[in-house]
């Protein structure tokens, strides 16, 4: 089965910096590559999602994620972070054509400093 | 369109008892996926349904099961509960064709004592 590991269990930015999630997953075909946030003690939001359409994808609240085949990475910027974004990021993989069965990294923490 | 909702969102239970989480998706979504959340272990699938039937499962012993009802609510069940059941349980519906979104509900917490 697939996987994707999360590098960077917590990342702090100033607010108006940039925001870089790390993803990478395990795979020799192209999967389907998902990122959600959690807000404390909420259930998860789709950010955006991979799914070979189109290697720059475009998400809610200004965020997006670049899959490269090459690096077999899926990483999630944001240009100006704001203190509304300081959130748990999950990255999630599905190697089934169905988007039943996702296997997801273990996370990252962000924090926005003012 | 309402959101997925689960009940009950707390639950304390002790262990060797059983418990039953209930997950209502959205109005027209036939699948219902399950996953638990622990900080030791992160977010884990344990099985999805799909018009009644279980389509995928994860690596869950068989103390967890689950099932789906015609209009696609779905229960999970996990039997002689252990202390490392204590966990969030979330509850995510999609339409269940190829790849569409799957949606979350806030999921329930139980705590084993």
């Known amino acids: 089965a697939q996987s994707v590991t999360q590098l960077g269990s917590h990342v702090s930015v100033s607010e108006g910096a940039l925001v870089l999630l790390r993803c990478n997953y395990s795979?020799?075909?192209?999967?389907?590559l998902f990122w959600y946030v959690q807000y404390p003690n909420q259930g998860l939001q789709l950010l955006l999602k991979?799914?070979?359409?189109?290697?720059l994808v475009k998400g809610i609240n200004g965020f997006e994620a670049e899959f490269k085949k090459s690096e077999t990475s899926f990483h999630l910027t944001k240009p100006s972070a704001h203190m509304s974004d300081a959130a748990e990021y999950f990255c999630a993989v599905s190697d089934s054509m169905y988007s039943g069965d996702m296997r997801f990294g273990a996370g990252t923490r962000l924090t926005v400093k003012p | 369109k309402a959101g997925v909702t689960q009940t009950p969102r707390y639950l304390i239970k002790t262990r060797g008892q059983q418990v039953t989480l209930s997950c209502s998706p959205i109005?027209?979504?036939?699948?219902v996926s399950w996953y638990q959340q622990t900080p030791g272990q992160g977010l884990q699938f344990l099985f999805e349904y799909f018009s009644e039937t279980q389509r995928n499962k994860g690596n869950f012993p068989g103390r967890f099961s689950g099932r789906q009802f015609s209009n696609s609510r779905s229960e999970m069940n996990v039997s002689t509960l252990e202390l490392g059941d204590s966990a969030l349980y979330l509850c995510?519906?999609?339409?269940?064709?190829?790849?569409?979104?799957?949606?979350f509900g806030p999921g329930t917490r139980l705590l084993v004592l």
């Open positions: 795979s020799s075909v192209p999967p389907y």
């Open positions: 991979y799914t070979s359409a189109a290697t």
């Open positions: 109005s027209g979504h036939r699948s």
């Open positions: 995510a519906s999609s339409l269940g064709d190829h790849q569409e979104t799957q949606y």
